[in-house]
């Protein structure tokens, strides 16, 4: 079994990842700002704290993905 066709597969996707960030640039600048305000100095984030800003920016790659895929 060869390997070749899911490296082909995660290389294209990771090329769309730039087109995909631009198109949700608000979300994730909002994720960001939580993120670091969240992990001031040497505190870890903790799961959860920025839940609904990453579930925002996961949903717009999903549409973004999607609408690029038509």
């Known amino acids: 079994m060869s390997g070749t066709n899911v490296w ?3 290389r294209e996707k990771l090329r769309l990842f730039p087109d995909l960030l631009a198109q ?21 984030l903790q ?6 800003e990453f579930e925002a920016l996961k949903t717009c790659f999903t549409n973004a993905a999607k609408k690029r895929a038509k």
């Open 47 to 52: 799961k959860d704290l920025c839940a609904k």
């Open 8 to 10: 082909s597969r995660n």
């Open 24 to 44: 949700c640039a608000v979300e994730a600048a909002a994720y960001g700002k939580c993120v670091a305000a969240t992990t001031t100095g040497r505190q870890e």
